[in-house]
């Protein structure tokens, strides 16, 4: 794709009112000045100039929108996640920019997504990441190595709460336990929980009616199924271990956002996909977390 191309694919998305034609992020106007050369516009009404991603989540980038539209569609094809390094190598930038590019496109992803509660049938299930320890060797040293695991504070669950056939949420915690308030404040009263047998989920039984499956001996009760959230972890895992190796502890929660919304979507076709991610990257706005990143933690 070339970059015109990929400008006007993109205008298109970004100002649909209009089918693509400028529209000026400051006072509104509709006619504008087309800088060419410079790849701005001038707004004809208040003379402010702005470029196609001004006010977006990658304004002020140098990067081409055909490198970032790239992103988008090398994201989507990375069905296990995508690293930032090979990102980085495959769209010739280097890593830091590849690393915000990816953190960006997640973010914009994320807002996009529909809110209000869950409702149905709802999974819940937690699991630790992060905070990992080379694992000992003899066996004496292992109860050790899980003091060190506990000791290392990076240690983190991911709460998963998943409607059957419907969307994930995901939430990082200190612990498991902590699912039980995120339940009753994300999943609509008069829905059914699906969990496993850990007996902090006992609480829900005041809230909701409760189906129990029970892992270790791997049967059912009452048509008790944790399977959409079984799934969802271990996409998840194979992400953490596949792909990026190590996930920092403030990211996890991006991290299980990105592989929620993959779960969520991935009967989708990748055209679909892409423009989904697409469609959300153009509407999001400047990012707090990431907008300057490098240039502040430099500072
Ligand atoms: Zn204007």
């Known amino acids: 794709m070339s970059d015109e191309a990929a400008r006007a694919a993109f205008q298109k998305i970004r100002w649909p009112e209009t089918d693509g ?5 400051k006072c509104g106007c509709c006619d504008a000045y087309d800088l060419a050369t410079r790849q701005v516009f001038k707004c004809k009404g208040c003379s402010k100039q702005y470029s ?5 989540i990658f304004a002020s980038r140098k990067l081409a929108v055909r490198d970032i539209l790239g992103a988008i569609a090398i994201f989507i094809n990375g069905a296990k996640g ?16 590849a690393f915000v590019l990816l953190h960006k496109v997640r973010e914009a992803i994320e807002l996009a997504r529909e809110g209000g509660a869950l409702s149905g049938n709802v999974e819940v299930d937690g699991a630790y990441f992060g905070g990992y320890v080379k ?17 290392s504070g990076k240690r ?17 915690t200190p612990t498991e336990a902590h699912g039980v308030a995120l339940v009753v404040a994300n999943v609509e009263h008069g829905s059914t929980v699906h969990a496993d047998e850990a007996s902090h989920w006992d609480r829900l039984a005041a809230h909701f009616p409760i189906k129990r499956i029970n892992h270790q001996e791997a049967y059912s009760k009452d048509g008790a199924c944790t399977n959409q959230a079984e799934s969802f972890f271990s996409r998840l895992r194979r992400a953490e271990v596949g792909t ?12 299980a956002a990105e592989m929620a919304w993959r779960e969520d979507n991935n009967r989708q076709a990748n055209g679909t996909q ?3 991610a697409m469609a959300a990257v153009a509407v999001a706005p ?8 490098w240039q502040r933690r430099a500072g």
Not at 52 to 56: A, E, L, R, W
Not at 246 to 253: F, I, K, N, S
Not at 286 to 293: D, F, V
């Open 244 to 255: 990026h190796h190590h996930v920092a502890g403030r990211y996890l929660h991006a991290y």
């Open 21 to 25: 034609e400028p529209v000026c992020p």
């Open 274 to 276: 892409f423009a989904m």
């Open 135 to 151: 694992p000992a060797n003899e066996k004496k040293d292992r109860k050790d190595r899980r003091k060190k695991i506990h000791q």
């Open 82 to 97: 995508y690293s930032a390094l090979q990102l980085s190598r495959d769209l010739s930038v280097d890593y830091k920019t």
């Open 52 to 56: 196609i991603t001004s006010g977006t």
């Open 156 to 172: 983190q669950v991911v709460v998963a709460i998943r409607e059957t056939k419907g969307r994930t949420r995901t939430f990082v």
């Open 286 to 293: 400047q990012s707090r977390q990431w907008a300057g990143y």
